[in-house]
């Protein structure tokens, strides 16, 4: 990775209590190369005196003195003198955690127009709270349809913010297509402006889990102060003013056509969560507004797109809008309240409507099999669980129609699956480590046992792990009660610690059956590098000292290879569209890989499946050990606890070459999997 400059532009105006910590907090970046740019937006406090002090602590300071002209006019014109091939704002009355630019810098130079990150609001006692405010994803777009879906439903909705220093920007694409922010003083929210007009060219926007910023709540801030405002007139400029900038780029013709429910999105959500009268608050909003004419007109047209507000909200929360719309038009609260009297009476009818999701739920075949709660967050190795699983059916099952309903999706999808789901169908439940009081998928199996008793449900191989407490003995008490023959529970373990808790625990059917990924082989004939890969855990599943990944990489510098940092935990969520690419990607990196030094079980796995040499180490339980037992007649596997261990089997793996995977040995056990599948 390249390390380009990035820079920093902090706009400050009457913070003098508050600088000193914020411009620290920017110099102290672990990351270095970077320019930061302190803008004194004509503060009347000692605040420019204090950032030429700090210019001359630190050269990468540039200091820019200029008469008052607002949040976005002190931004502007840090850009306007910014050389950095990335651009990152930090207010001046809050802080950076020091790893923030080191975290998203690598994403950028992966490809990322935009990395959203999370953030820690600082109370007056000074305590962080984390505020895990945005949806965790990544967004790839190949066409302008898919990105302005996403503007309407990430951005405009809020689910992944729109707060100029909750986010990495790049200067190139800034410049390209002339964008800056527009004046605070004449619109609200000019983070929300900058965002909508700088995401209509994007190709490329991830949101990872990390909270790096810290946000310092205090009452006479700004942004305090304009909240207790009505606000809905200058809302009414912002939406102008995108409209106005949005008109000008071809790439962006989608979205002008669309433009009334991105209006409506804009100027709606403030009133939506007044606590006044809605009668009065409405002549209020009205009052505010000084171009009327433009706000009405967007408001009228907007039932003109009620497919398309369906297709962002559901026909329930559309039909609701539609609703509010009218009134804030008409003013007839009681039309209002009768409307969605009966929205709400026939939600059911609303929600069953859907074509897409009836099709399946609806079919007249005698039984189905539904696959729930696989993995749609960031592990990888749980992502290549659920496409094995869907491998294993393929092969083994029969011709049943299978539907997959991730974790995410099953909050949603729990009204069709109560619906439609008959007691002949099939219920999977995804295997992996995830069976016990640690884990939130383990409340969802819970009720789905629960829920659907009458029906054959199968657990994929499991490792089971309570913790030795009250709130573990708890947990187990629960599942004793559920997993039942009457319930109808057949449930295989990937690991004979767990087979021995199950049958020792429970009364239902168990089997011991190696982790469904082994099932698959991935050799091929890649070409491999002379570097060795090293995926380390940095959770709490973690028991690799530092130490002794200080010993390894001393190991691999002395025999003048390179060691590469990888981990099959990404810090962003992928959707089951995305899943196979990066399952591909990861499994690349080990097929050209000469050995893997791992502490994660799917790192031993994806080297067995791949035939690359590996040394497993142990991590919290006893899962990676386990498995181990299974694959152990593979010459190119070892796991090591000493570093003695580590060091022999580094020795001995690293001269061998052209491995291949032979799960032969495993089949009789996968061959109990496919009979329990294939039940009547």
Not at 77 to 94: R, S
């Amino acid at each position: 990775m390249s390390n380009p400059i990035v820079s920093v532009i902090i706009p400050i105006y009457n913070v003098s209590e508050y600088v000193d910590a914020c411009v620290e907090s920017a110099c102290r970046q672990s990351y270095t190369n970077l320019e930061i740019i302190l803008v004194d937006d004509g503060s009347p406090d000692d605040c420019p005196q204090k950032c030429d002090d700090w210019a001359k602590k630190d050269s990468r300071i540039k200091v820019v003195h200029k008469p008052n002209g607002g949040l976005s006019d002190a931004r502007n014109a840090g850009l306007d003198v910014a050389t950095g091939k990335y651009i990152y704002f930090l207010d001046g009355d809050d802080t950076i955690e020091p790893n923030l630019i080191e975290t998203v810098v690598p994403y950028m130079e992966d490809g990322a127009d935009m990395v959203v990150f999370n953030w820690n609001k600082v109370t007056n006692n000074k305590t962080p709270l984390p505020m895990a405010y945005h949806e965790l994803g990544l967004w790839e777009f190949d066409n302008s349809t898919q990105r302005n879906e996403f503007i309407f439903k990430y951005v405009l909705s809020g689910k992944i913010g729109w707060d100029a220093w909750s986010r990495i920007y790049s200067r190139k694409k800034i410049e390209q297509h002339h964008l800056r922010f527009a004046d605070n003083r004449k619109i609200f929210a000019e983070d929300l402006y900058f965002c909508l007009c700088y995401c209509a060219h994007t190709k490329k926007i991830i949101s990872i889990d990390s909270f790096l910023y810290n946000y310092l709540v205090r009452e006479n801030s700004i942004m305090g102060e304009q909240n207790k405002k009505i606000n809905v007139g200058r809302l009414n400029e912002l939406s102008k003013a995108v409209l106005n900038y949005w008109s000008k780029f071809a790439d962006c013709n989608e979205l002008v056509k669309r433009f009334p429910v991105a209006h409506f999105m804009i100027v709606s959500h403030v009133m939506k969560n007044t606590r006044e009268p809605l009668k009065t608050y409405r002549k209020k909003v009205l009052a505010d507004i000084q171009d009327k004419n433009f706000f009405k007109k967007n408001i009228k047209q907007l039932f003109r797109h009620n497919k398309f507000l369906c297709d962002i909200y559901g026909k329930v929360f559309a039909y609701e809008s539609l609703s509010f719309a009218q009134f804030l038009l008409h003013g007839s609260y009681s039309q209002m309240a009768l409307t969605n009297r009966l929205i709400y009476k026939i939600q059911d009818i609303l929600i069953s409507s859907d074509k897409s999701k009836k099709e399946v739920y609806s079919s007249k075949k005698d039984s189905r099999i539904f696959l729930i709660a696989t993995e749609d967050f960031g592990n990888i190795g749980d992502h290549q669980i659920a496409e094995s699983i869907h491998y294993f059916v393929q092969t083994f099952g029969t011709n049943k129609i299978f539907k997959e309903i991730t974790c995410r999706e099953y909050k949603n999808e729990k009204p069709y699956l109560k619906k439609y789901i008959r007691p002949s169908d099939i219920i999977l439940l995804t295997g992996g480590g995830n069976f016990g009081n640690e884990y939130a998928i383990q409340e969802i199996r819970d009720e789905i046992i629960k829920t659907w008793p009458q029906n054959f449900k199968i657990i994929f191989p499991q490792t089971i792990y309570f913790t030795n407490d009250s709130d573990g003995e708890k947990a187990l008490e629960k599942t004793k009660q559920l997993y039942t023959k009457q319930n109808n529970v057949v449930l295989f373990l990937r690991e004979k610690p767990s087979f021995e808790f199950a049958q020792k625990h429970y009364l239902c059917e168990s089997y011991l059956v190696p982790d469904i990924v082994l099932s698959q082989n991935m050799c091929d004939s890649t070409k491999r590098n002379e570097q060795v890969l090293l995926c380390f855990r940095s959770d709490k599943e973690r028991t690799t000292s530092d130490q002794k990944v200080d010993f390894v990489k001393d190991i691999i510098s002395q025999k003048s290879l390179s060691a590469v940092k990888t981990d099959l935990q990404l810090n962003y969520h992928l959707n089951k569209k995305q899943r196979v690419a990066a399952i591909n990607t990861a499994l690349n990196q080990w097929k050209t890989s000469k050995l893997v030094i791992t502490d994660r079980l799917h790192g031993m796995i994806f080297a067995a499946i791949t035939g690359t040499p590996c040394i497993a180490l142990s991590n919290y339980n006893h899962k990676v050990r386990g498995t181990y037992e299974f694959i152990k007649y593979l010459p190119y596997i070892r796991f090591a606890e000493t570093e003695e261990e580590i060091k022999a089997a580094f020795d001995e793996l690293i001269l061998m070459d052209n491995c291949q995977y032979d799960n032969t040995p495993l089949l009789a056990y996968y061959e109990k999997l496919a009979d329990v599948l294939k039940h009547d």
